[in-house]
């Protein structure tokens, strides 16, 4: 080995871990490194087989486009790729001159050597999946991406179905390549291209990024890939990620919203309206988001409380606080909190107003809804903390009830937030227990004191009896483990004393008192009056 080599060698190996050379036609010409360590294989195993030996399908197209594409003397920008077998490793590369060679260096990626997960991908495209990409752009918001605002380009294959149909399996495959190279060649960053479903993508960009000349280099990767047959059509609309009157992070929100509802096709995009409905979602969100941020800056939303009474003394246990929106229902508008990441400021601004309420009477709890996703997001459990901080006396008569509607996706992290808070002095209530699959992972996961029963078990009570046996078994596991059962929409007699019968403890619904703008409970005319000389007032359990 010459000096030269052993130089270039030397320096080539101080940032990776595999050197190889790839020519014009994408086949290995030369190759050394650890070989054996990161791609399972020898020199003589992989010298003289096409780059794609080594790459993972999902980013064959990639590699083979940025091959393509880089000049004399140009450097390739680093990917991070996954080699055949799933190993993530960094992708880098140089041209020499006019040679037709590439250099190609491949080195593990740290967060690979950490256990750290990588975003998911789509294995047919290369692209972050609908949900990681959704994530990006949460963490994401008011991203910078260079000169101007960053701008979100929407594709669509018109016809996928007919266009697979006529390419076949492999085809179609080789098509689906070359369009998450594409997009992830011309997104701001790796993980800010996505496919959103089958016929459908999205990428995040820079002003000087083209959708039409995108959308046109698709229906051209569809020609060459089946010349004379009918061409390939895709629809494209590019929004900018800045709105009048949003700040940068709401337009972040109101643009996540509009991807989430382009990926499930929630208002029936269609070719040939996909511009003006998208355009009309947009201009929806922008609304609904401006209204929700003016209700929670001006102090328009209010509480109403909803009593949880002990079924054997018929005495007040405790209350949940109720947000009450000025504009929509508080499903709905919750919801769409939830989907456009404002839930975690509308839970503490519940919370806050809960507090307030505790602080002038001491014999009050009051138990607070904690979504899934704020319980998901560090900053509001931070937040959270320093909010109850300021009296940590109110703690013990705080009980934190959450909601699974966005699901909780990692349950570790939640046990050790809920231990926490209950270290803290919170009780902890999981709520709509058998509402659905993830009902029993969670109280097995979970830190909890108390379960809330969903209410169409109760509605249904004396109508079936497997339906009743399934409710009798949910209150005998539960005191198995020690935890106290509340069951809600109780609204007759009948129901609180078959419920008693079969062991509840705490029940809640219209039969015990409506939600009121004040907690001021009393006790229903039907109860005894020793039960009622007893008091309407108890210390938790």
Not at 340 to 347: A, N, P, S, T
Not at 495 to 523: I, N, V
Request: charged share 25%.
């Amino acid at each position: 080995m010459t000096t030269d080599v052993a130089r270039f060698l030397g320096f080539a190996f101080a940032n990776a871990d595999v050197l190889v050379e790839v020519d014009a036609r994408g086949v290995i010409g030369f190759a050394a490194g650890a070989l054996q360590h990161v791609l399972g294989a020898s020199d003589m195993e992989i010298i003289g087989q096409p780059i794609d030996r080594i790459i993972a399908p999902g980013d064959r197209g990639l590699v083979r486009r940025l091959l393509r594409t880089v000049g004399a003397n140009a450097r390739l920008e680093s990917r991070t790729v996954s080699l055949v077998g799933g190993a993530p490793v960094t992708l880098s590369g140089y041209r020499l001159g006019r040679s037709p060679n590439v250099q190609l260096t491949l080195t593990r990626t740290e967060t690979a050597a950490k256990g750290a997960p990588l975003p998911a991908r789509d294995a047919e495209t290369g692209l972050l999946d609908a949900d990681a990409f959704q994530a990006q752009l949460g963490e994401r918001f008011g991203l910078d991406v260079g000169e101007g605002p960053p701008k979100l380009t929407l594709i669509k294959i018109a016809q996928f179905g007919e266009v697979k149909s006529r390419l076949g399996p492999d085809l179609t495959l080789r098509l689906l390549g070359e369009v998450g190279a594409l997009l992830r060649v011309h997104a701001s960053a790796d993980v800010l291209a996505t496919r959103l479903g089958e016929d459908r993508f999205g990428l995040v960009h820079a002003g000087d990024v083209d959708g039409p000349a995108l959308a046109a280099e698709i229906a051209e990767s569809g020609a060459q890939l089946a010349p004379g047959a009918p061409a390939l059509r895709a629809d494209n609309l590019t929004l900018d990620m800045a709105a009048p009157g949003l700040s940068r992070e709401d337009a972040g929100r109101v643009l996540m919203f509009t991807v989430r509802s382009f990926a499930e096709d929630s208002v029936g995009f269609e070719i040939a309206d996909m511009h003006d409905a998208v355009r009309q979602l947009v201009d929806r969100t922008v609304t609904r988001v401006t209204t929700l941020r003016s209700t929670l800056t001006d102090d328009r939303l209010k509480l109403q409380f909803q009593p949880i009474v002990a079924l054997s003394t018929k005495g007040l246990h405790h209350y949940e606080a109720l947000a009450r929106f000025p504009n929509g229902a508080p499903g709905p508008t919750i919801a769409f909190a939830e989907q456009v990441g404002m839930v975690h400021d509308v839970d503490l601004l519940v919370c806050e107003k809960a507090l307030e309420v505790l602080a002038t009477d001491k014999a009050l709890q009051i138990a607070v809804n904690m979504s899934a996703a704020s319980l998901g997001s560090d900053l509001f459990v931070v937040a959270f903390q320093r909010l109850v901080g300021r009296n940590p006396g109110l703690r013990s008569r705080l009980l934190v009830e959450v909601t699974e509607s966005t699901g909780l996706t990692d349950l570790p992290r939640a046990a050790r937030v809920l231990e926490d808070f209950r270290r803290a002095g919170h009780r902890i209530c999981l709520d709509d227990f058998g509402a659905g699959a993830a009902s029993f992972p969670y109280i097995q996961a979970l830190p909890v004191d108390f379960v809330k029963i969903d209410g169409s078990y109760v509605r249904r009570l004396g109508g079936s009896p497997r339906d009743d046996a399934i409710l009798r078994a949910m209150v005998g596991l539960c005191r198995e483990i020690r935890v106290q059962v509340i069951a809600e929409m109780v609204e007759t007699a009948d129901q609180a004393a078959q419920l008693t019968a079969w062991g509840f403890e705490l029940a809640q619904g219209y039969h015990f008192g409506r939600p009121a703008d004040r907690p001021d409970y009393r006790a229903p005319d039907l109860f005894t009056p020793a039960a009622r000389r007893q008091g309407v007032k108890e210390s938790w359990s």
